[in-house]
């Protein structure tokens, strides 16, 4: 597999991955050819540490053998800067390695990580004329695992019985399915009276919710950029991709008439193979979510339009 941008999101990934054993070999490229030489380097040097794997630099030419080419090249999001403020900088590069990509003849699923995610799948897309279910994005599959850690700590339960899905944009207008929120099988309006331990559960819902949706701003304020748990986000990705586990994330997918939506990016649940998209599993969702996901719907689809 290849990770094109060796910033901090691709070499955490990298580090990540390294250390799981999914991948065989991880094919590190950066404009900066130094910088991914360093970086190469300094993994390679934990390699007694971690299960055999392949780790080298590489370039374009590393594409056409990719079962999975993971693009976080790009500008960082600077502090106050929102997402779609990147996206002018950031679609003139996701676009052009996504054309080199396709004139590699790879057979292999591209995933997209740079922002504005959602808008850059959509610009990936279209520019290397492959099928819907190969261009995915990151999505909110981290802002997912967000919900999940702060209803966990919330509820005092351990975050792997929480099963819980961010929607829609990655990105301000994305909103919680609590329609399809459970805590160890109980959807989470039973759940609540059930557990009584919290005063108001419906303003401790939107303060959970305020805590995703803000995430990304306070650890950009604190530290510069957010990578650790990205990095184990896309690694969840790779190995659905690397061993077709079927694994049901909330990646941005193209909607082609699912929800009533079209030519749009987005997250909503999807399993996830060898071959990229799968399945698109467009549960009912509550009305007020319906909404909220037609507005992100509309907000993704201005973005593109300003493109021009
Ligand atoms: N989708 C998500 O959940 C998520 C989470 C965190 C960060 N991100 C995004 O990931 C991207 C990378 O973040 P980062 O912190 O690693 O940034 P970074 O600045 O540390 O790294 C980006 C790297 O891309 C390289 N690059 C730029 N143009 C290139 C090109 N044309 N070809 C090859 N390499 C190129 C740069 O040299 C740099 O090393 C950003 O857009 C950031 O907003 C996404």
């Given at each position: 597999m290849v990770v094109v941008g060796a910033g901090s999101v691709g070499a955490t990934y990298c580090y990540a991955l390294a250390q799981s054993g999914m991948a065989n070999e991880i094919v590190i490229t950066d404009k900066n050819e130094e910088l991914a030489q360093g970086q190469v380097s300094d993994l390679v040097h934990g390699q007694p540490f971690f299960p055999t794997v392949i780790i080298r630099q590489g370039s374009p030419k590393d594409y056409s053998d990719a079962n999975l080419i993971v693009v976080t090249a790009g500008a960082a999001q600077k502090p106050g800067e929102t997402r779609l403020d990147l996206l002018k900088k950031n679609a003139a590069i996701v676009g052009s390695v996504a054309e080199e990509v396709a004139a590699s003849r790879s057979q292999g699923v591209m995933l997209i990580v740079t922002n504005p995610v959602d808008v850059l799948t959509w610009v990936a897309l279209k520019r290397s004329g492959w099928e819907r279910n190969r261009v995915i994005g990151s999505g909110t599959v981290l802002d997912s695992a967000r919900f999940r850690h702060f209803i966990s700590t919330h509820c005092n339960v351990d975050v792997h019985n929480v099963h819980a899905y961010i929607l829609g944009e990655h990105g301000d207008s994305e909103f919680a399915a609590w329609s399809m929120t459970n805590i160890g099988g109980i959807g989470i309006d039973n759940y609540c009276p059930l557990c009584n331990a919290c005063q108001g559960w419906k303003k401790e819902r939107m303060n959970i919710e305020k805590q995703v949706r803000e995430s990304a701003y306070h650890i950009i304020n604190a530290k510069g950029s957010t990578h650790f748990a990205v990095g184990l986000a896309l690694v969840k990705i790779t190995a659905s991709v690397l061993r077709s586990q079927n694994s049901v994330m909330t990646v941005s997918v193209l909607l082609?008439?699912?929800?009533?939506?079209?030519d749009v990016c987005l997250s909503v649940p999807s399993v996830i193979s060898d071959a990229g998209v799968v399945r698109i599993v467009a549960g009912p969702l509550a009305p007020e979510e319906m909404l909220l996901l037609n507005h992100s719907a509309e907000v993704l689809k201005n973005a593109i339009a300003s493109l021009g």
């Open positions: 082609n008439g699912e929800y009533g939506l079209s």
